[in-house]
């Protein structure tokens, strides 16, 4: 098995590993015995009767309709969830229809599959209106990460249903990937940004035309051709991680990006007889890999930096294939103990991608017998490279503490003004929080990105200096001076002072963690001087109802009640509410604690304890 990315292959070379390994389906055909297996399983069953319901109403319905306003009201307005929404539903109508066609034989869904996949072949543009630069909000040509997923879907649907479907329609299908999605790219690859980044997009729109050619595509020139463009662009995908694994992008885009790859990997080995690989003999990959994991917290929760999401179980799925393929055994029971969780909550049926991708991969992945206690490792962790820590820790109370505190610089990938900032979650609860991924709209995606809350440094644990906050761009960076992990204790410090915009008039700013793992404690203390000393101000977010009496403020989730106790000269100035949008466009509040120094002008530090009562 070779590396495609890391061995000299020529297009010629390629085309021979192609024509070697006859055609076959990528995923199991409909009426294979991997369905029968998948129809026997309980917690499938279970997920199946929710399914079911959803697909009997919407057989013989027409789907929600993708009107010309819809199209257009991200150019009129900015408003992106309103077109999304309908454009997801229709995907995941047509995913039920075909899980129950897989699982349930004979005919029965064949009017209803073939009906919602000519429905969705028949959108005149599959790409999002938020991503093309046009005032219709269409454009056929253009691939984007939705166009690239749906011509994936169409690929594996033929690959699926294709003794089921029309010939006239599967002849449709094939066409419109060939000449919107191979050709094109083959012919513009150096049009398409995404080709050149190093974010999630690479992985995924390159998943979408390559995973669909190596399905579908007959001429195995072209397809040796499409490989060898990947083979040149996809390396910028992993070097946009560190050496160590770290995703700037945090865990919803770990999982979006690297799943892509991951599902990239698992067709080009089935296609190529196991010849070809994107993981093999790749140290990163394995890292990259376990990033997941190493970000995942207590009771499902996640370090969220940046634009993730806080709560939510990674997909098991990829983490049971990564386990699987990479033989990685905290992946592996991750991903069992996720599907635990399905088993316990049943699925998420209106989720933005519940779709046939992710369905079919998971039913195919589900365990039969999720019965067993499954432990998962815990470990710390310095990604130094990107300047995230996270720590785990066990009082002598018996209280699990979850602490992640981050450096990196304000021009990291869904960025956000957020140098320093830290989250602390205890027994599962999420206490000083993360907003993580607001409602995404045209002004929060361009220039107007850091007047929400969601991205500029107000909406995070951490200071305001003369009523500057952090500003965006690469040079406003932070520097890790220390960062010690050991068995009871961690200690991680952070100069923000490149952080903060001239105008601050701040000469130094030290940020510094203890985290006193035995005792219960993370005291921060917030180092300064200034050139000019009218304000500073220290914050704590969290959302959940604040008391400040005596000195101290205090905030109760389920059993726990935290204690936030400033020293030294450090008092509170009150407690401000502010409101956002979450990334479902719902109207959250948080509430930002504020400490401050008695004396600006004489005080150096603002420090405060965290403990439990």
Known sequence: MRNLLKSPLTIEELEHILSSNPAQPLIPQLGAEAWSEAAANPAIQKWMVSIRLLAEKEAGRAMPVLTEELYREFYANGNRLNFETVYFERRRALARAAVCTLLDGGDRWHESLRDKLEEIYSEFSWAAPAHVNTSSGRDPMHIDLFAAETANMMAEIVDLFGSVLPGDLIAKI???????????????????WWAKASNNWNAVCHQGVLGAALAIEPDLSLVARLLHLGKRYLPTFLRGFSADG?????????????????????????RTGGELSLFEDDGQVRQIAKYGTRISLANFHF??????????ALNPSLLSYLGARLDDANCRNHGYRGYQRLEQTGLNLQGQRTDLDYLVRLFLNTPADLSRETPVETEDVHFKEVGVLVAHGRDSRGHL????????????????????????N??????????????????????????FLAARTQGHSLPIIN?????????????????????????????LTACYPAEAHC????????????NGNIRVRDFYELIQSESFESAVIVDQEVEVAEGVASLTAGELKLIIRPFGETVFAGVEEHEYRDHSGVTRKVKRIILKPAKVDQQKFVGYDLVLA
């Not at 990937?177 to 150096?190: A, K, P, S």
């Open 507 to 518: 000469s130094e700013i030290v940020r510094n963690f203890y985290f006193d793992k035995q």
């Open 174 to 192: 094939y066409w419109r990937l060939r000449g919107q999605f191979f050709d094109n790219y083959l012919n513009r690859h150096e049009d398409f």
């Open 246 to 270: 770290a995703c700037s992008e945090g865990p919803g885009y770990w999982q979006y990006g690297f799943g892509a790859f991951a599902i990239l990997n698992a067709q080009l080995e089935a």
């Open 303 to 312: 370090v969220n930096f940046s634009d993730s999401p806080r709560a939510g």
């Open 426 to 451: 205890i027994d599962g609860f999420p206490l000083v929080i993360e907003i993580g991924a607001p409602e995404y709209t045209r002004d929060y995606l361009r220039e107007k990105r850091y007047q």
């Open 401 to 424: 503490w979850d602490f992640a505190a981050k450096g990196g610089n304000n021009a990291e990938h869904h960025n956000h003004n957020d140098c320093g900032s830290y989250i602390l």
């Open 467 to 495: 009523g500057f906050e952090q500003a965006a761009g690469p040079k406003y960076a932070a520097k890790i001076l220390r960062g010690e992990l050991d068995e009871d204790h961690v200690e991680f410090s952070i100069d």
